[in-house]
Structure formats: C-alpha cells, structure tokens
C-alpha cells in the first residue's frame, strides 16, 4: 500500500500547487493509478542503492506511459493543467527512491531490536522447516526469530549434518515453549501424524503461543494457493486461477481498456494488412483455428492468413523455418508478428488476455497433454497474444519436447506469480523480442 499511496499523495499535492481544482477526471486517473501499483512492493534492505532506483524508474516509468497514452489515445490529456502532470511525473520517482531507500533498513532495525521480534520454533525437522526459516530470516520486517526445531527424528532421517538447529525431540516442546516465553509455534509434521499433532496440540493448551500448521502443500505443484472455507470447514486451493475475485476484475479491466486503445490505434494497419492479403494470394483474410480457451473450453481464434492453407483439423503441422506453406507476405507477417493483431478482437470478446499462456491448435493439445505434466493447468486463465515464454525465448516452433516442456514451465511461472506489474513488463518486453524478430518463421 505504501507506493501507489506515494504516487497518489504526490498527484494531490501537485494539484495544491497549481491550484488545481479536483474533479471526475481527477478520480478516475487516481483509480487507474492505484490499480496499476497496488499493492505494491517493497525492496528489501539488503537491496543495493542502484537497485533500488533502477526498479523505481522502471516500474513508473511503465506505469507513466500507459497513462499517457491512454490519455493521449481517448483525448483526455487536456482535461488536467500540464504543470500538474510535469510536477507529479517528475518529483514521483524522487519521493518513491527516498521512502524505499529510507524506509526498509528503518523500519528492519526497528523490527530487529531487544523486545520487538518475536521468538519462534518448529515443531518438525526437514526440508520444509529449511525452507520455512529461511523465508522468515529472509523477511526481517516480519520481527520474528526462529530459535529451532523439534523433531523425534534424528539427524540422518532429517538430512541434517550439523545438530545445532536441533534442540530435542516433540515432547520436549511444550515445556521449552513455557521456559523461554515463545510467541509463535510452527506445526511442521507431515498430515499422516495426526495422533501426534492431537496430542502436541493438547500439551500446548496451556500456552500463550500463537499456533499455526505448515502443510507439506509443496507436494504439489501449487498455481495459486488460497484458504477458503465451506460451511465452516477449511479447504486449501492447490490450483486455481490467480485471476480469482478482484484480480479477475482487474486483469479484464485492464485487457479491455488497453485493448480497446491498441484496437483504436492500429485500425489503419489491419486495414491496409488485409487489403495486402487479398490482394497477394487467394483465399480469406482471416485465419480462424479452435483453440483451448478459458477452463479448456474451446473458442475461435483470429488471425491474418499468411499461409496457402488454412488447417484446423486432428492433425496441424507447425510453421517451420522456410515452410513451403508460407507466402511471401505472410513470412514477414509471421516474422514481425503483425499476423497476431486481430487476436485485440479476440480480447474484447472474452476469449482471450493481452498477457497470458500462447494458445495451442487443439491437436497438439491433445497430443502434449499426454506427454507433459500438468500441461492442461494452462487453461486455467484465458490464453494470451503475448506471454512469459514469449519474451524469455520460448517464442516460435517447438519441434521437440524439451522445447514445449520450457514454454509450460514458464506459462506456470506466470500463473504463480501474475501481477499487473508483470503483464506490463511482459508487454513492453514484447515490442523488443518481435522487433528482433527472435524465431519467427
């Protein structure tokens, strides 16, 4: 919350100065920047000055071009005094380098000092207890040290080689906890020990220590992780779409305004493109192939034919590097993406995102889905023109399977980790991989 309540802040006090008088206008463009930078992040206070500063510049500066062309594309840049958005534009990046180089090392030593952090154990050894105090030491502003663990296990079933995060076996807990004032207890025992986390949790009764369980959830190969409850009764969501709720709200929010004004823009180029089509070779303009959308529904998917022929049946053979079936206009169609565009249609009718999973010819979905893991969690968000595996050289034909096991696996990279910060970056990133023209054919 701390960044776009930065940036807001800094627009209202531009508005001060000048004299600015706030009104609709005003509202929505401090909605659009709050959905543009909320939540917002942080850097860490091991983070170095420059990096620091780097991630400011970007990040505004991406965010800073949106708004400006989207001003620019629906005539409304002259609504606001041009003094105020030079001012706000400008001294932004100052005051969001100065709180996130000030802020975080103030507020880790505040978090680090005698009677602040609160103490921590593990009940459970092993790989997940590892992983669990390393994010916590990796989060000072947390203000939680661990002391150790407790596991009836010894060293060499825990993998360990040193004793020293070791400090005895589970039934020892409860009177360490009691000794030593411990605020926070962490479960961390696999889900086929019930008897004994009934029984763990029964000798604690008479603490004062919060109590959390560390499900071994990394069994799994988690998407979007979330708690929820049915009639009272806890569930944990190992695969979900990350565009659940508000998010769902935002990343169509955003798919239909930036779609809209790319539509807007382009318009001409699609018209002089398919007056070039038809007048180069014979057949129809737009190519349409059944794709996997949302939820592995099948939809229709658009673009500019740029081959001799137009196949959507059981078998789809890939384009390949001087392929027969590409026409002189469709290889610079396919090399400079431009055979993409009318996938913006696609967007505004539902079917697809701007940033999302490449969507694949049916047939080879049947026939991947079969050969690689978890290939069908995917469709779990709408397919995209543009995506992680795109502009991290995942981009063109996958003729073996090593190729199609790298694109899914950035495609799960994304759903873990989807913001809208990501999807800008995806597509700003975008405009330099298609002008290299990296694997197009």
């Known amino acids: 919350m701390v960044t776009p309540t930065l940036i807001i802040t800094t627009l209202l006090i531009a508005c001060l100065i000048f004299n600015e008088p706030l009104g609709s206008a005003h509202l929505i463009l401090i909605l659009l920047v709050f959905s543009l930078t909320f939540p917002g ?62 802020l975080p090392p103030l507020l880790s030593r505040l978090m680090t000092a005698d009677g602040v952090q609160r103490v921590a154990v593990i009940a459970g050894g092993g790989e997940l207890a590892r992983r669990l105090e390393l994010s916590i030491h990796r989060s000072p502003l947390l203000g ?3 002391a150790g663990y407790f596991d009836d296990r010894g060293l060499e079933r825990l993998n ?24 926070l207890i962490y479960i961390n025992l696999p889900m086929t020990s019930q ?47 990350p565009f659940y709720g508000a998010d769902g709200m935002l990343k169509r929010t955003s798919d239909l305004i930036l779609g809209a004004a790319i539509l807007i823009l382009i318009a001409p180029l699609m018209l002089a493109i398919a007056i070039a089509i038809k007048w180069s070779s014979p057949g129809p303009v737009i190519f349409k192939q059944r794709r996997y959308g949302l939820d592995g529904h099948e939809i229709t998917v658009y673009k500019f034919r740029s081959m001799t022929v137009c196949e959507d049946g059981d078998t789809v053979r890939q384009a390949t590097q001087n392929d027969a079936r590409v026409t002189k206009l469709g290889a610079f169609l396919r090399s400079s993406s431009l055979d993409e565009l009318p996938q913006f249609i696609n967007v505004l009718q539902g079917r697809m995102s701007i940033v999302g ?5 049916i047939a080879h979905n049947e026939m991947y889905r079969k050969l690689i893991d978890g290939y069908m969690i995917r469709h779990k968000v709408r397919p995209g023109i543009t995506g992680l595996a795109q502009v991290n050289g995942q981009r063109g034909e996958t003729d073996t399977l090593d190729k199609m096991q790298a694109r899914i696996d950035y495609d799960h990279a994304y759903l873990r980790n989807w913001s809208l910060r990501l999807d800008l970056q995806i597509i700003f990133k975008t405009v330099f991989v298609v002008w290299k023209k990296q694997n197009a054919y």
């Open 144 to 146: 939680i040290n661990v």
């Open 357 to 361: 999973p490449r969507p694949h010819a």
């Open 41 to 102: 992040q942080m850097p860490g206070p091991e983070a170095s000055r420059l990096t620091v500063v780097t991630e400011v510049l970007t990040h505004w500066g991406w965010v800073a071009a949106l708004l400006l062309m989207l001003g620019w594309v629906t005539h409304t840049l002259i609504v606001f005094d041009q003094r105020v958005l030079l001012l706000w534009m400008l001294t932004t990046p100052l005051v969001l380098s100065a709180v996130h180089l000030t």
């Open 160 to 183: 360990e080689t040193t004793p020293d995060g070791l400090m005895g076996g589970l039934d020892q807990l409860p009177n360490y906890v009691r000794q030593h004032h411990v605020d």
């Open 195 to 241: 008897p004994r986390i009934l029984k763990l949790l029964d000798e604690l009764r008479d603490t004062t220590a919060s109590i959390y369980f560390v499900p071994d959830i990394f069994l799994f190969d988690l998407i979007q992780a979330r708690m929820d409850t049915i009639g009272g009764i806890p569930v944990l969501a190992i695969c979900e779409s």
